[in-house]
Structures are given as C-alpha cells and as structure tokens.
C-alpha cells in the first residue's frame, strides 16, 4: 500500500530508494509538517510515483524544495547467520562488522535495521557476495521485512 509524502525534489524519481530518519531540527514550524512528516522512522521507503500537477514546495531541508510523491516500503537485504535461516522465521544481524571494503559490508551493515531488533526473512536469496567472511561467521544473504 502506498503512501502520499513530500521528498526533495533532486530525489523525486520512481525507483529511487531512501531511509526515512524522521525529524529533522529544521522541520520545526514548518506548515507541511502533517504532509511530509508522515513516514515510519528507520524505515526504507521506495518511490512508486510522482504526484503529477503538484507544486514545488519550499524547505527548509531541501534547496530546490519538495514535492509530493508516492512511496512504500521496502525489504531490505542483509546478511545473517545462516544456520536455521529459513524464509518466515524471525532473525536478527550477527553484529558489526570493522571490514568496510568488503564487497559484503553493506548487506553486514545494512540501512534501517537494527543489531538488537529481530525481523522476519521474507526469501532467501544465497551467498553473500563475499569470499571470505574476515569474522569467520558463516552467512547467508537474505531479504528481510522491516514492517512488522
């Protein structure tokens, strides 16, 4: 299902993926607060489409304003443990990984998922793009549902 919002307009275009953080300290008193405002915090979002005839707003975050947009979340990939990693069980990250040029770090590491949450695995999908794990930890990369 998605979801009406505002996002800056550099960043308005189907496809294009983002981490909603929430609020920023620029936002305060701003009258599109209720519009753009509207999203989970430290959830991904992706763009489905732009709002045709809509207006640039101004912003005080975004330098060439915002616009309105349709959006809804997404799975996010990650590696975890893959002993007893099937799809439906619940799963949490093994822990932070220092080997940041690693072709697996970002699926280590992923945005919008936290360390000590447990989330659903929605597919399995194989190896990790790395070789070699520099932890030793045997992983397994997977989609998981952030949206519980």
Not at 8 to 27: I, K
């Amino acid at each position: 299902m998605s979801t009406v919002t505002l996002i800056g307009t550099r960043l308005a275009e189907p496809g294009t993926e983002f981490v909603y953080h929430g609020e920023a300290d620029a936002c305060a008193g701003c009258p599109y607060r209720s519009q753009c405002l509207n999203l989970e915090a430290n959830t991904k979002y992706r763009i489905t489409s732009i709002r045709e005839n809509a207006q640039t707003l101004e912003c005080a975050m975004h330098d060439d304003g915002v616009r309105a947009v349709e959006v809804e979340p997404v799975s996010v990939r990650a590696n975890i443990t893959s002993k007893g990693a099937f799809a439906g069980s619940k799963t949490s990250l093994p822990g932070p990984c220092p080997y940041i040029d690693c072709p697996s770090h970002e699926y280590c590491e992923p945005d919008a998922v936290e360390f000590d949450e447990e989330y659903r695995i929605r597919d399995i999908l194989g190896d990790p793009p790395h070789d070699v794990c520099h932890l030793d930890r045997s992983l397994e990369l997977v989609e998981l549902d952030t949206q519980e």
